[in-house]
């Protein structure tokens, strides 16, 4: 369990986030929604420690993590997996390779023991036979299984996500969604997810925040959420949802024929 407790972050004297407190719970696909700006990125950066808060804490389980020195977070932190905006794989790294590279930083695994994690991996985001494929000559869909591949090589307890489905295709969208919902019920592991897509949230969010110039505005479940009278998270759901149009409608650079 992740518990964030008025959480701040200032940067030139502007509150990017300001006093946010939630709780994320084992098993369940925690979104966190926005407009651009609004500070999803920073809550996310400043929960997992790529930046420091400037007030509240952060608390992996019972741990203060915020608080920790650089050196003590290291066990945290191996209990972290991140996928990334654009899936962030080395692009002179095989598929292998990139899995690997958590288990070469934070495992004491032997060479033959690696190798049976990463095929592991990769195997259950439905990947086989790509470990010497570089990622140019994968899809973006395969890219993010790949991504997800290497975020789930520790077998974290934590995962985290920026913008999964940023780049994809509508149906691909749905099977990546899927994919993180099913590892998250699989393993137990308390995931949170940043995202645009209305979508998403509809399909897999067992909580979803809503961020609006830094501030939580709501909070629910994607069940309750169309039930919100709250005025900005309407307008964000309208704009979210006429934006999707205007992509499927337009996305080929001229409009679809009818």
Same mark, same amino acid.
């Given at each position: 369990?992740?518990?964030?407790?008025?959480?701040?972050?200032?940067?030139?004297?502007?509150a990017a986030?300001?006093?946010?407190?939630?709780?994320?719970?084992?098993?369940?696909?925690?979104?966190?929604?926005?407009?651009?700006?609004?500070?999803?990125?920073?809550?996310?950066?400043?929960?997992?420690?790529?930046?420091?808060?400037?007030?509240?804490?952060?608390?992996?389980?019972?741990?203060?993590?915020?608080?920790?020195?650089?050196?003590?977070?290291?066990?945290?932190?191996?209990?972290?997996?991140?996928?990334?905006?654009?899936?962030?794989?080395?692009?002179?790294?095989?598929?292998?390779?990139?899995?690997?590279?958590?288990? =070469?930083?934070?495992?004491?695994? #032997?060479?033959? %023991?690696?190798? &049976?994690? /990463?095929? +592991?991996?990769?195997?259950?985001?439905? $990947?086989?036979n790509v470990?010497?494929?570089?990622?140019?000559?994968?899809?973006?869909?395969?890219?993010?299984?790949?991504?997800?591949?290497?975020?789930?090589?520790?077998?974290?307890?934590?995962?985290?996500?920026?913008?999964?489905?940023?780049?994809?295709?509508?149906?691909?969208?749905?099977?990546?969604?899927?994919?993180?919902?099913?590892?998250?019920?699989?393993?137990?592991?308390?995931?949170?997810? =940043?995202?645009?897509?209305?979508? #998403?949230?509809? %399909?897999?969010? &067992?909580? /979803?925040? +809503?961020?609006?110039?830094?501030?939580? $505005?709501?909070?629910?479940?994607?069940?309750?959420?169309?039930?919100?009278?709250?005025?900005?998270?309407?307008?964000?759901?309208?704009?979210?949802?006429?934006?999707?149009?205007?992509?499927l409608r337009?996305?080929?650079?001229?409009?679809?024929?009818?």
């Open positions: 369990m992740i518990t964030v407790h008025h959480l701040t972050k200032y940067f030139d004297g502007r986030i300001s006093d946010i407190s939630t709780q994320y719970r084992p098993g369940e696909c925690s979104l966190v929604i926005g407009a651009s700006g609004s500070g999803k990125t920073v809550l996310l950066k400043s929960i997992i420690g790529l930046l420091e808060p400037d007030e509240g804490e952060v608390l992996f389980g019972d741990v203060v993590f915020n608080k920790l020195p650089l050196k003590e977070k290291k066990a945290t932190r191996s209990q972290i997996g991140m996928l990334f905006q654009g899936s962030a794989l080395f692009d002179f790294a095989t598929a292998q390779e990139n899995v690997m590279f958590p288990l =070469n930083f934070f495992s004491d695994m #032997s060479r033959s %023991e690696k190798l &049976d994690r /990463v095929n +592991f991996c990769l195997r259950r985001v439905g $990947l086989e470990n010497d494929k570089y990622p140019s000559e994968l899809s973006g869909g395969m890219q993010k299984r790949v991504g997800i591949a290497r975020a789930i090589a520790l077998n974290p307890k934590y995962l985290f996500c920026d913008e999964p489905n940023s780049g994809l295709d509508p149906q691909t969208s749905v099977m990546i969604d899927r994919l993180i919902q099913e590892i998250t019920r699989e393993y137990g592991i308390t995931t949170i997810i =940043n995202t645009h897509d209305m979508n #998403s949230v509809m %399909e897999i969010g &067992d909580k /979803v925040l +809503f961020i609006y110039k830094g501030r939580k $505005l709501w909070e629910g479940s994607n069940k309750d959420i169309l039930l919100s009278d709250n005025k900005e998270l309407e307008e964000f759901i309208f704009a979210s949802r006429m934006a999707k149009e205007l992509k337009y996305g080929n650079g001229s409009p679809a024929q009818d």
